[in-house]
């Protein structure tokens, strides 16, 4: 158990649907990213959060959010859902936002259909 | 081109070899570089943390940072079934967010 934890671990969807992926980073640390991973394109950074403040932005789509709660969890959030969404999407954290490697969560596999 | 480019294998080794994984990169401002670990299902799990050049050892593993030819390494001495997993090499220039190679799937035959 990395100590970061991510619910649901499986989710399958239907097109045009909106999900919510919950992130619980490990304790202490303040600094929370999603990546998404698909077989074709890898490790993709999506967004970043540090104290409940958005930090840094990747190749997210405009229908996709995210926010850090005051208790330093994070939820990101996918509307107008497509095929090409599915993927593992995997929530890391850190302690800063610094030079720290990053402990992954075990990740969220959505499954459009 | 991909900021960072790594040969997504697969490899196939039997176990007790030397297992060399490489990754090349284009932004010569990368300053910190890791190796990640990923067994099917669950997430990249950190494996080595390198800052700029040189080498670190770790067991059996050994990390090298060539920042003069934009290449690193990681190699896997006595390689075990228990280390076949996907290699993803990682990099970052300072505070921002880290850059990842696609993984190198490795297999360890018994």
């Known amino acids: 158990d990395s100590g970061v934890t991510q619910t649901p671990k499986h989710l399958i969807t239907a097109t045009g649907q909106r999900v919510t992926l919950r992130c619980s980073p490990r304790s202490g640390d303040l600094s929370v990213y999603w990546y998404q991973q698909s077989l074709d394109q890898g490790l993709q950074f999506l967004i970043q959060y540090y104290n409940g403040e958005e930090r840094a932005k990747g190749n997210i789509l405009e229908r996709f959010s995210a926010q850090q709660f005051p208790d330093l969890h994070s939820e990101l959030n996918l509307s107008s859902l497509e095929l090409g969404d599915s993927a593992l999407y995997f929530c890391?954290?850190?302690?800063?936002?610094?030079?720290?490697?990053?402990?992954f969560g075990s990740g969220t596999r959505l499954t459009v259909v | 081109q991909k900021e960072v480019e790594q040969d997504p294998g697969p490899l196939s080794v039997p176990e007790g070899a030397i297992v060399s994984l490489n990754c090349t990169y284009s932004?010569?401002?990368?300053?910190?570089f890791m190796w990640y670990r990923q067994y099917s299902r669950k997430g990249p799990e950190l494996l080595m943390y390198?800052?700029?050049?040189g080498n670190k050892e770790d067991g059996r593993f050994t990390a090298q940072v060539d920042k003069s030819s934009k290449y690193i390494s990681l190699f896997i001495r006595d390689s075990q079934p228990s280390d076949s997993a996907t290699y993803l090499c990682?990099?970052?220039?300072?505070?921002?967010?880290?850059?990842f190679g696609a993984g190198t799937r490795l297999t360890v035959k018994p």
């Open positions: 932004n010569s401002a990368f300053q910190y």
């Open positions: 390198t800052y700029s050049s």
């Open positions: 990682a990099m970052r220039v300072g505070n921002n967010d880290m850059r």
């Open positions: 890391a954290s850190s302690p800063r936002t610094g030079t720290d490697g990053y402990t």
